[in-house]
């Protein structure tokens, strides 16, 4: 009985988790939301980078759960906004790492002065993701929010209900 306990425990903690890492905000407590009534987005212009349909079809979709969230909140879309919205996304690829232990020194039957150091190994390596949303006053060119958050990159990651969930845990602080 003891073990399914533990299985229930860890699949519970696990669920708990979230997908999205480092979920940061920042906000200017100066600035009045209420005063607020239209949005629109800030021209992207890539320079050194090869811009193709995988990566068009991820831009179009944040902007799109961005839209939506900012609908949710009663913001318009307009030509001449009161809101400039700049989404920013990088992928890096990162390397998994673990440590190794004494259990993997090698057997040494030798001379006395043979040490063993631990190491950092490489195990694998990976995409990580990160989506920047900055909210700028355009009347004054002013950032007055801003929203980052880190995942996993994968095929998983860019189909359009998780860019809608990333979206949404974004904008789960922003002030109304």
């Known amino acids: 009985m003891k073990p399914l306990i533990f299985l229930l425990v860890v699949s519970l903690a ?26 629109n987005f800030m021209d992207v212009e890539l320079e050194g ?21 900012m609908n949710n909140r009663g913001y318009k879309l307009y030509g001449k906004p009161d809101l400039m919205i700049n989404v920013g996304l990088v992928v ?4 998994q790492t673990r440590e190794t232990d004494i259990r993997e020194a090698p057997r040494y039957i030798g001379q006395r002065r043979y040490s063993w150091k631990s190491e950092t190994v490489e195990v694998g390596r990976y995409k990580e993701g990160t989506l920047t949303l900055d909210v700028v006053d355009s009347r004054v060119n002013k950032l007055i929010w801003q929203a980052t958050g880190s995942t996993v990159v994968n095929k998983k990651s860019r189909q359009p209900e998780n860019i809608d969930r990333a979206v949404a845990k974004l904008f789960e602080k922003f002030p109304n």
């Open 14 to 39: 696990l669920g708990a988790c979230s997908p999205y890492r480092n979920v940061k905000t920042k906000r200017d407590q100066e600035a009045d939301f209420q005063s607020y009534k239209t949005y």
């Open 92 to 95: 890096q690829e990162k390397a």
């Open 49 to 69: 980078v090869v811009s193709d349909s995988s990566s068009s079809m991820v831009m179009s979709e944040i902007k799109r759960a961005v839209s939506r969230e």
